[in-house]
């Protein structure tokens, strides 16, 4: 039987993510539109976007955050590029997004020094392999395999190298141990549901100083450059932006850091994220069909929702079928207005992955579910 009950706001897709509740165009009726980004009124937006973003998170006062070009990606490039190179560098990835920066590091940035550890899909490595006396890149929350870190206990207090955390499916959705990680990054088109385009890069003071101390040996355009003169351009974590933002995107992120103050600040946060994360945990627990690509609860995301199809009838199906029949479930449920843009990553094993972020209502989440059964048992019948 088709469910009856559709979920309020279908949008469950990993980025851009679900706008928050009740978010209409209303939400930027206060743009400074037409005005410069230098102008008093835009320079105060974008300096408000940093101050509310630093308090909200619990950055430590010490820390400065900047609103960088080319969202999350820009922001992790940047830093990679600008700090990089210093002493040798250990990766990890578990997940593609993770992997992608190896590559760059390996064959862009041609560290010679490199050691690499990854996980597959759902697993993470071994993380007491790291060396402190390296810079360390990883991704807290690998968004195309739903795993994340599952603590900062594993990053060394008294670590030499830098830590270097692309965190975009994290931050606003998990606690983050500000002490361990020197250089964060993430993207607004995410857990607060902003839009792409715009990055955002934290840095510890141990990072500041790298910066101003290491003079990166590879050319970075306009764009990557932090410093000046082996100087902090401190401008550009007070707003004033290295190019010119889009003041419809922030006044949108003003609007989404709002919204979470009201919503209970970051536990506020959090808790909705993980009230999302149980609904499908119940779901699964009771599910013949279903189970997380992530099986360690420890390292199983609350934003990005990977689940695989464990039905015996399905994975005795041949690959190319596996993934026709995934494609059909995904679809099915598109075209019944119940969940879009909920198919695994590409790069991903077939199945599914299902937004969980703050943005996404809860009552949602469970109205989703019995859609779930309702696909599934329609492309199992044509098996
Ligand atoms: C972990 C991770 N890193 C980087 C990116 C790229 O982000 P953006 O497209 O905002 O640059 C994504 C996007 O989904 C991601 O999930």
Redesign the pocket.
């Known amino acids: 039987m088709k469910p009856l009950q559709t979920p309020k706001n279908p949008c469950f897709s ?2 851009p993510c679900a706008k928050r509740p009740g978010w209409s165009l209303d939400a930027l009726q206060g743009a400074a539109l037409g005005r410069s980004h230098r102008a008093k009124i835009g320079k105060a937006k974008l300096a408000e976007v940093i101050d509310r973003s630093k308090k909200l998170l619990g950055m430590p006062a010490d820390y400065v955050l900047g609103i960088v070009p ?7 490039e940047m830093a990679m590029f600008s700090l990089l190179g210093e002493r040798g560098v250990d990766m990890l990835a578990w ?1 593609s ?2 992997s ?2 190896v590559a760059d590091v390996k064959n862009q940035l041609k560290i010679a020094d490199l050691r690499t550890f990854k996980a597959d899909y759902g697993k993470i490595p071994d993380l007491t392999q790291v060396d402190w006396k390296r810079d360390v890149v990883f ?6 395999s739903g795993v994340k870190a599952p603590n900062g206990d594993w990053i060394a207090a008294d670590r030499e190298g830098l830590s270097i955390c ?4 994290a931050v606003f959705a998990m606690e983050m141990p500000w002490d361990k990680l020197d250089v964060v ?6 857990v607060l549901g902003g839009e ?2 715009h ?1 955002m890069i934290a840095l510890s003071p141990r990072a500041i100083k790298r910066l101003e101390t290491y003079a990166s040996p590879r050319p970075l355009p306009k764009i990557f450059q932090m410093t000046k003169g082996g100087k902090l351009i401190g401008g550009i974590f007070e707003g004033e932006t290295i190019n010119t933002p889009s003041m419809l995107c922030v006044e949108d992120a003003l609007d989404g850091l709002k919204w979470a103050e009201s919503a209970g600040g970051l536990a506020g946060l959090i808790a909705r994220s993980e009230a999302n994360l149980k609904v499908v945990e119940d779901w699964v627990a009771a599910s013949a069909w279903a189970g997380f690509l992530a099986e360690d609860k420890a390292i199983r995301s609350n934003t ?1 929702i990977c689940l695989k199809i464990v039905d015996p009838a399905y994975t005795a199906l041949s690959a190319d079928d596996q993934a026709k029949h995934a494609k059909t479930l995904v679809s099915l449920l598109d075209k019944e207005g119940a969940a879009f843009d909920i198919g695994a990553y590409r790069d991903a094993p077939v199945g599914l992955r299902i937004w969980g972020g703050a943005t996404v209502e809860t009552s949602d989440m469970q109205a989703l579910m019995p859609w779930l059964d309702w696909a599934y048992a329609e492309v199992k019948a044509k098996f």
């Open positions: 990993s980025g080319a969202s999350d990606t820009g922001a992790i997940e997004f993770g992608g920066w991704t807290w929350n690998g968004t195309t692309d965190a975009t499916s990054t993430y993207s607004w088109q995410k792409g385009a990055g990005s």
